[in-house]
């Protein structure tokens, strides 16, 4: 991540969705389980899917309370998209190290993840694990929400992985080996 993601987060702007995904409409990136549960058990919540084109898919996955926006590239746009939701939501079955995450975390925002992805946690504060069914995730919604001010205290004490951190660590790293 770049300086623009820690730029000062402006409560003032209006959240336009309660949960966010960023990432591809596929099977096993879980964003069709996803689409599922909140149009069958979740209709009292808003989700915004962002990064794959409308067209791309499939009319069973629309419902009034999930807006399906196209890819982003933009920085100060996706800044924009992070701001506008209180969580962030990564269904997916299988990752790597998730970008989403150091984005999700460095705008202050709780995301939820299912126990398949449990690993990427990696000690990060603001990160909650359930299990993938409507009470396990209802649940962790309502704990988020009830904590929301608390968690993203917790969340600004993270270690975030930036290019200048990133910088920093290699070069101490080289001086430390021709010191030695």
């Known amino acids: 991540l770049n300086s623009q993601w820690f730029k000062k987060i402006k409560f ?9 995904y960023i990432g591809r409409f596929k099977k096993d990136k879980g964003s069709i389980y996803l689409s599922q549960i909140f149009k069958n058990d979740l209709q009292n919540y808003k989700l915004t899917i962002v ?16 807006d399906y926006v196209g890819s982003v590239s933009n920085v100060s746009k996706l800044i924009k998209i992070y701001d506008s939701a209180k969580i962030f ?7 790597g190290f998730p970008k989403v995450i150091s984005e999700s975390l460095a ?3 709780p995301i939820i993840i299912f126990e398949d992805i ?15 069914n409507r009470e396990s995730l209802i649940k ?6 009830k904590n929301y001010t608390k968690i993203q205290n917790d969340i600004k004490r993270d270690y975030f992985y930036t290019k200048n ?4 660590e290699l070069l101490d790293s080289i001086k430390n080996e021709f010191q030695n």
């Open 89 to 95: 939501i990564l269904p997916s079955y299988i990752e």
């Open 12 to 20: 003032k702007n209006k959240v336009t969705t309660d949960f966010l």
């Open 107 to 109: 705008r202050l925002r």
């Open 140 to 145: 962790r919604i309502n704990f988020i929400l």
């Open 118 to 132: 449990k690993y990427v946690i990696n000690s990060r504060k603001g990160i909650f694990v359930c299990q993938r």
């Open 165 to 168: 951190n990133f910088k920093t």
């Open 51 to 66: 990064g794959t084109e409308k067209k791309f898919i499939s009319n069973n996955y629309y419902n009034k309370n999930i």
